[in-house]
């Protein structure tokens, strides 16, 4: 019941949001940075393939894909440094977070935390990044 509410007002945004504004509107800055390139691309891709957009897509597909590989990959990498560093001090955010929960006062939590973010100092890791 959960699923078909939220299709269902999801739907019904899509529905409203799409057609909000004609296509008269074509100039500002995201129109002539994003929409003309890519729609001169789209077009040029489309003429190349015989009029197939369908391959003209997943060609620009691979492309955006290709170029972003770097950032992916070095994204992938950070995740894997931060999740082998994670591994090393698991017991002891294990305890730390045990204790955490059983601390009665605020004072005690306040420690308890600058104890973890001691840990995290240590370990040279950033909890904001997990």
Known sequence: ????????????????????????NQEGFFYNTFVKPMDWLLNTFGEWFGGSYGLAIIAITIIIRLILMPFMLRNYRQQSIM????????????????????AQTKEEQMAIQQEMMALYREHNINPFYM
């Open 1 to 24: 019941m959960k699923k078909l509410t939220l299709f269902s007002l999801f739907g019904i945004l899509l529905f409203l949001l799409s057609g909000c504004q004609a296509v008269e």
């Open 83 to 102: 999740k082998s560093k994670m591994d090393i001090i698991k017991p002891k955010m294990d305890d730390i977070q045990a204790r955490l929960k059983k």
